[in-house]
């Protein structure tokens, strides 16, 4: 739909990611089936890992298929900005339908960072599409101890974690999975597979690119304690008073520029000096989205609090050098 | 927009973004004063370039212009040779002795 100066609303982009064996090729399989993927086009790795054949209506571009469900599914080979920017212009001129939504598959051991960075930093791209959510699939039956760096770099990513192969594994594992990634990565709702595609699950048109979500206050009320899960530490940093946008700004460059692979993600709302509404601040590794300017807090609370999921470093290091450049005592929980 | 570097040029970079509440001039000194108080222990310096970019020096005169802010770090790392961790006590304790901020 466009606005009043012509200009469409970019389309939503939700990232498929999981690593391998997770289940995340027959969540996709399941998508591409989905009468609501009758909307959407899905950029896929290799038609073949899919076992798309008996979808298929017809092949409308080279490597661009069409599917019985309308959904418009493409295979990419090469860059994924080449293949994001021709799909959006086989779309402006007609060669295929008008999808409303964006679907992408990552390889299994891709690392999202670059792939979002893609998304937000290409010119081409940030006109016309927009993150809606990254959803990540992983299996009930993962036993710790046996994940590796980019599987973290998944999970840490996510705004949805889906939990697959529930139907093979016992309620303790289910159970203990679940807390897992709760605690690996707060920021994130935590699904089973089977709702992954019902109306509350929604992870084809929900979109969780809402700053405000999750309540991270609700964190400091329920006491969220920073967790030393495989490595990786998840902990809130909360502070009452106002920051000056300036200090923090520079101060999270610089970790940024010191220790961005190991910030598996960095999300909060901050009460900053000069401004009515909260602040959102969203970042995965090297890469931050441009913060966002809210109209409203979400409660009458005005702290601010700041989730960091990270790897390698000491939560009490983060902690300190916050309060020495920001010139504010936190909170850690 | 990538946290190390912004890639538009003309300073967008998203800590002195025109929506902040103090006149875009003066999120660039402070920006500035900021990042020099940081700088210094570094032996670099950090100028402002015709109000859109900036230039870091060292003190034997070695220079570089950079185009956005986001970049100064990876810069001053380069040109002093040295890492500069915000995590690192010795920076944290001569920040804390000359009162930053």
Not at chain 1, 286 to 302: F, G, K, N
Request: aromatic share 6%; glycine share 8%.
């Amino acid at each position: 739909m466009a606005d009043a100066t012509g200009r469409r609303e970019p389309l939503p982009v939700v990232v498929l990611t999981g690593f391998l064996g997770s289940g995340k090729t027959s969540l996709l399989k399941r998508v591409l089936e989905h009468e609501a993927a009758g909307r959407s086009a899905v950029l896929i790795n290799e038609f073949g890992e899919v076992g798309l054949d008996h979808l298929i209506v017809s092949e409308v571009a080279p490597d661009v298929v069409l599917l019985k469900s309308g959904c418009v599914c493409c295979s990419v080979r090469g860059e994924l900005r080449d293949a994001l920017a021709q799909l959006l212009s086989q779309r402006e001129r007609g060669i295929v339908p008008p999808f409303e939504r964006i679907i992408l598959e990552t390889t299994g051991l891709a690392d999202p960072g670059p792939i979002l960075a893609t998304l937000l930093a290409d010119t081409v791209l940030r006109y016309h599409t927009r993150l809606a959510q990254v959803v990540c699939v992983v299996d009930a039956c993962l036993a710790p101890g046996e994940q590796h760096a980019e599987w973290f770099a998944q999970v840490g990513a996510a705004d949805t974690l889906v939990i697959s192969k529930t139907d093979l594994a016992s309620d303790a594992q289910r159970g203990d999975t679940r807390r897992r990634l709760e605690q690996l990565n707060p920021a994130a709702r935590v699904l089973d597979v089977t709702d992954a595609l019902t109306a509350e699950g929604d992870i084809l048109s929900g979109d969780l690119s809402d700053p405000r979500r999750p309540d991270l206050t609700r964190l400091s009320a329920q006491g969220h304690h920073h967790h030393h899960t495989s490595g990786v530490t998840s902990c809130c940093l909360i502070f009452d008073h106002q920051l000056e946008w300036v200090r923090f700004g520079l101060w999270l460059t610089l970790l940024l520029s010191a220790h961005g692979s190991r910030l598996l993600r960095v999300k909060g709302l901050l009460n900053v000096a000069g401004h009515e509404g909260p602040v959102a601040v969203h970042g995965v590794q090297h890469l931050i989205h441009p913060p966002e300017q809210l109209a409203s807090w979400p409660s009458d609370e005005r702290r601010s609090t700041v989730l960091f999921i990270f790897t390698g470093l000491q939560a009490a290091d983060l902690e300190r050098s916050f309060q020495v450049f920001t010139g504010s005592r936190a909170a850690r929980v | 927009m990538c946290g190390l570097c912004g890639l538009l040029g003309g300073d967008q970079h998203w800590i002195t973004k025109e929506e902040n509440p103090l006149p875009r001039r003066q999120q660039r000194y402070a920006v500035i004063r900021l990042a020099n108080e940081v700088l210094r222990g570094y032996g670099l310096q950090l100028m402002d370039f015709q109000g859109s970019a900036y230039v870091l020096s060292t003190l034997t005169g070695r220079q570089e212009v950079l185009d956005d802010i986001g970049a100064v770090w990876m810069a001053a790392q380069q040109l002093s040779r040295r890492p500069i961790d915000p995590l690192d006590p010795a920076l944290l304790a001569a920040l804390e002795a000359q009162a930053y901020g």
